[in-house]
């Protein structure tokens, strides 16, 4: 009998694995065909020895890029990506090298949830810009500077990165709650409860921001 229960426990557990599996999507971003480009230029090319989509900004300015997954709608699930972001050459100042995800993105592409990371706060001096490595925000009512301004240090955190670097993220979104992963790290860097768009659904697009250099590969989605 107890053998029993243990082999239907086991075949339980494969059925779980083989659904999951089933729903698991990967994304090839390095096929500009399947991607809706939003102020953005995009070419395939090899970064650090592996194929990836370069995305850089089709005009400098103050306004994301993006890269918007056609023919994909997501709303609770994962979405996994290796990204490299840098600021590019005689970019301004401020540059970060901002580079991410935007998700449950509505039709007119201006209003999203998005998390991304700041790969020159990872490792700087400044302990300050060090809590400021990692960003959520819901654009375009709740941008980085209200979200600091009316909730400091809660929407922001540190994760160690560098620029030029590959590096691993991972969103997992559950109704208003978000988690951000980064690295191979078994626990979140960056926890939201709040998610400000409320439970919708949209696209899934690859984001940069203002002068940025970025590339993407192995973008997967599991809903």
């Not at 020895?49 to 997954?69: H, N």
């Not at 994962?78 to 509505?106: C, H, L, N, W, Y």
């Not at 203002?210 to 192995?218: D, I, V």
């Amino acid at each position: 009998m107890k053998r029993a229960k243990q082999s239907s426990a086991a075949i339980f557990t494969c059925f779980l694995l083989t659904c999951s599996a089933a729903v698991a999507q990967q994304i090839a971003v390095t096929n500009p065909a399947s991607l809706d480009l939003k102020y953005a230029l995009a070419e395939v090319t090899t970064y650090h020895g592996e194929q990836a989509l370069k995305l850089t900004e089709k005009e400098p300015g103050q306004i994301a890029a993006l890269a918007v997954v056609k023919n994909l709608t997501f709303s609770n699930g994962t979405i996994d990506v290796d990204v490299s972001g840098a600021p590019t050459k005689g970019t301004f100042e401020g540059a970060r090298g901002f580079i991410g995800i935007a998700f449950r993105m509505q039709s007119d592409s201006t209003h999203y949830e998005a998390f991304y990371v700041r790969p020159t706060n990872g490792r700087t001096d400044d302990q300050l810009r060090r809590n400021h490595s990692t960003q959520y925000v819901s654009e375009p009512d709740w941008p980085w500077e209200r979200l600091r301004k009316e909730n400091p240090g809660v929407y922001e955190s540190y994760a160690d990165m560098q620029p030029g670097e590959w590096m691993h993220l991972r969103i997992v979104v559950d109704g208003i709650n978000a988690k951000l992963y980064v690295g191979n790290a078994f626990q979140p860097c960056l926890l939201v409860h709040d998610l400000k768009m409320g439970e919708k659904e949209g696209a899934v697009a690859l984001w940069i921001g203002p002068g940025t250099e970025g590339y993407f590969r192995n973008l997967k989605i599991t809903k």
